[in-house]
């Protein structure tokens, strides 16, 4: 299945201003037709699973923003946005779930309940207002994971583990990432998946994985050193699908593409796909 691509960097690049807290999230209250609209151009792009513009609804998020915001609502309303043009049923809602703190902070500052609270609270109202299944994205410490998987696992929630990882193959609070992908799959996600990440730090430490399960990836497409507000695309679509195929094995269930992305690239996923069946 084609997942479809960035987000935030696409509105970035459109020249909407991200809040600082709140991301491209805050743009679903404040602009909800431009979020409309990228949806709807991933989806006629070909894209089969359109990821709500959640990646901040998150309590710990909203608190930290200062702003006066029902989180009910705020949840509710995003992932409406998603839903809109999508009538067929064919494409699945991903409901997006966001590290409760930023997604590349080492050092936790907020206490374990707060971390339980905050993942149980928004996943749950993902789940609640049609999400299909809950994308828990860019994942990367040990504790939080583990809190994502029971309450998923406990509460029937379909979900997809995606972790971010260093170049060294270690997630940010120091764990090797086939030690975590061990762990993970015990409680039966629907795929696990790598994302955030660029195709070298990809191509270097899936030879070292044993991916007998499913799993997917969306890799950046711009340098590493670039993922800023003065972000530069490195790789064209056609590019980026050429890096992607040596990495399709039978286990791979999705793919999309990350930070710098577009529609663009979408399309030329979808397209090589439909002509390969």
Same mark, same amino acid.
């Given at each position: 299945?084609?997942?479809?691509?960035?987000?935030?960097?696409?509105?970035?690049?459109?020249?909407?201003?991200?809040?600082?807290?709140?991301?491209?999230?805050?743009?679903?209250?404040?602009?909800?037709e431009?979020?409309?609209?990228?949806?709807?151009?991933?989806?006629?792009?070909?894209?089969?699973?359109?990821?709500?513009?959640?990646?901040?609804?998150?309590?710990?998020?909203v608190?930290?923003?200062?702003?006066?915001?029902?989180?009910?609502k705020?949840?509710?309303?995003?992932?409406?946005?998603?839903?809109?043009?999508?009538?067929?049923?064919?494409?699945?809602i991903?409901g997006?779930?966001?590290?409760?703190?930023?997604?590349?902070?080492?050092?936790?500052?907020?206490s374990?309940q707060?971390?339980?609270?905050?993942?149980?609270?928004? #996943?749950?109202?993902?789940?609640?207002?049609?999400?299909?299944?809950?994308?828990n994205?860019?994942?990367?410490?040990?504790?939080?994971?583990?809190?994502?998987?029971?309450?998923?696992?406990?509460?029937?929630?379909?979900f997809v583990?995606? #972790?971010?990882?260093?170049?060294?193959?270690?997630?940010?609070?120091?764990?090797?990432?086939?030690?975590l992908?061990?762990?993970?799959?015990?409680?039966?996600?629907?795929?696990?998946?790598?994302?955030?990440?660029?195709?070298?730090?990809?191509?270097?430490?899936?030879?070292?994985?044993k991916?007998?399960?499913n799993?997917?990836?969306y890799?950046?497409?711009?340098k590493?050193?670039?993922?800023?507000?003065?972000?530069s695309?490195?790789?064209?679509?056609?590019?980026?699908?050429?890096?992607?195929?040596?990495?399709?094995?039978?286990?791979?269930?999705?793919i999309?593409s990350?930070?710098?992305?577009?529609?663009?690239?979408?399309?030329?996923?979808?397209?090589?796909?439909?002509?390969k069946?």
């Open positions: 299945m084609i997942l479809d691509g960035a987000m935030g960097s696409s509105l970035e690049m459109l020249g909407e201003e991200l809040h600082p807290k709140l991301w491209a999230s805050y743009l679903n209250f404040t602009k909800p431009i979020v409309s609209e990228l949806h709807n151009s991933y989806l006629n792009a070909g894209a089969d699973i359109i990821t709500t513009n959640t990646f901040r609804t998150n309590p710990v998020a608190d930290s923003s200062g702003l006066t915001i029902d989180k009910v705020f949840v509710e309303s995003s992932v409406e946005l998603a839903k809109r043009n999508i009538y067929d049923g064919k494409v699945l991903a997006s779930n966001a590290p409760a703190e930023d997604c590349y902070q080492k050092k936790r500052t907020i374990r707060e971390l339980i609270d905050n993942h149980q609270t928004h #996943i749950s109202l993902l789940y609640e207002f049609g999400s299909d299944f809950i994308l994205e860019t994942q990367s410490h040990f504790d939080e994971i583990e809190i994502i998987c029971e309450f998923c696992a406990k509460e029937n929630f379909p583990i995606s #972790i971010y990882f260093t170049n060294d193959g270690r997630i940010l609070s120091g764990e090797k990432l086939d030690v992908l061990d762990f993970v799959v015990k409680y039966s996600p629907i795929a696990v998946g790598l994302n955030c990440i660029s195709f070298q730090t990809l191509q270097k430490i899936l030879p070292e994985l991916m007998n399960y799993f997917g990836f890799c950046n497409v711009c590493p050193a670039s993922v800023s507000k003065k972000m695309v490195d790789l064209s679509p056609q590019n980026y699908l050429e890096q992607i195929k040596p990495n399709i094995t039978e286990k791979t269930k999705f999309g990350c930070c710098g992305s577009s529609p663009a690239y979408t399309k030329v996923l979808k397209d090589y796909f439909n002509a069946n």
